[in-house]
């Protein structure tokens, strides 16, 4: 009730932010002192949107930390009621715990950046031994030369080009 300034929760609603109801005064108390310091301004913020914009439901993503210290990811959805002048007058919604689809997804990109990251590091590799290839095997070759006695100025000198310029698209 928004214009008494009195929030009524179920039990369940302290469990979920992890609070008890006699540490606090009340419910509008318990929520905007467990809400995130970072999500306190936004969560503000949305509401008065959507009070100015009499909007018919408000939905919001924030953050709260209990009074063991967990913090919690809280996705709330409410329906909107005004009076005749257009006022708002009271919210009636739900919270529910998102921290574990919220933690499953920060894995899962993690998980992605380092899959990325893998493959990227396969084409590195695959694109540095391509070339060091080229350069072992034409020493290779020119040691073989070296010990046959059949060291051609001219095929040397192609011989030591193409290696630094192998070694230069390293």
Known sequence: NLKSGLIHWDDGMYQLYGIRKEDFESALDAFWRTLSPADGARVREELQTVFLGKKETFTSEFHVTST??????????ARCFYDDYGKIEKLVG????????????IALIASAKMASLGEMAGGIAHE?????????GKAGELMEDLADGLLDPKKLAADITKIQDTADRI
Do not use: C, F, M, Y
């Not at 739900?94 to 997804?105: L, P, S």
């Open 68 to 77: 063991d210290g967990t913090l919690k990811s809280i996705r709330a959805s």
């Open 94 to 105: 739900v919270n529910w715990d998102e921290t574990q689809r919220k933690e499953a997804e």
């Open 128 to 136: 540095i031994n391509n070339p060091l290839s080229v350069i072992h």
